[in-house]
């Protein structure tokens, strides 16, 4: 049996995940440690982000466990929860008028008795998580007059004030420019560097490879993982995504350019 060692802060034991009838991924056994930047990657629908639910605790597996520090997350409260862990979901879906330091401040209730009325220090340190995403001059914006690519910013500014010691993210710098998608991307290995744990699903090969540790890659009937230099290969990336991969050497260092789809 798979038990939680130093430094691991999260666990799947022989995880087995549905969707619809069908299995997305069968019988995982993963380790995330303190300190690691994991990239999940695989084509659409293969079950990045029903992993990312599933490992959050919000979507029961059809067998196996998904462990924390602590154990079993299905023992945990929600709470305990929000404490270990944080998702930044695809789309942040706001249903009314709320301000950017506002919202940002939700990210503090894990560490709260109650609602309350924030004090100096958490608006000060709202603030704070804004300015790191770029974004403290929209701290008296309407989250709901945001675009897609800043609204998501928003919600990592959230999520670093949570501070949980497992980050997950599904994919965080889909909206994002490429300004954008650089200091997203920073900022997750920084947390790992941190001494926390960061997990993104992606779609950029060469950002996964540029900045995560390690990688977590999905197909079909396979799933490989370890370090990113390891499993960002041509040959395993052929046969996750269905297509030939070059490998581009330039100045700027070494790229993974796909090719043609295979017939």
Known sequence: ????????????????????????????????????FWCVLGKNGIGKSTLLHAVAGLLPPASG???SPDGDIAQATPQQLARWRGL???????????????????????????????????????????????MAAYADADV????????????????????????????PASHQDVAAQQLVMRIMRE??????????????INLAARFATHVLLIADENVWQGAA??????????????CDFDVVESAAGRWLMPASPMA
């Open 1 to 36: 049996m798979m038990t939680t060692t130093a430094g691991v802060l999260l666990s799947t034991e022989k995880l087995t995940l549905q969707a619809g009838g069908a299995t997305l991924l069968a019988q995982l056994d993963w380790q995330v440690h303190a300190g690691q």
């Open 65 to 67: 466990r998904v462990l």
């Open 88 to 134: 930044q979901a695809q789309q942040q879906i706001d249903a009314f008028s709320c301000s950017v330091l506002d919202c940002v401040m939700a990210g503090l209730h894990p560490y709260r008795a109650g609602w309350g009325w924030p004090s100096a220090e958490d608006r000060a340190a709202a603030l704070q998580a804004l300015s790191r995403l770029g």
């Open 144 to 171: 709901m007059r945001l675009s897609g690519g800043e609204r998501q910013r928003v919600e990592m500014a959230t999520l670093l004030l949570q501070a949980p010691q497992l980050y997950l993210l599904d994919e």
């Open 191 to 204: 947390l790992a560097d941190e001494r926390h744990a960061v997990v993104a699903s992606m779609h950029d």
């Open 229 to 242: 230099a390891e499993m960002l290969s041509p040959e395993l990336l052929k046969i996750a995504y269905g």
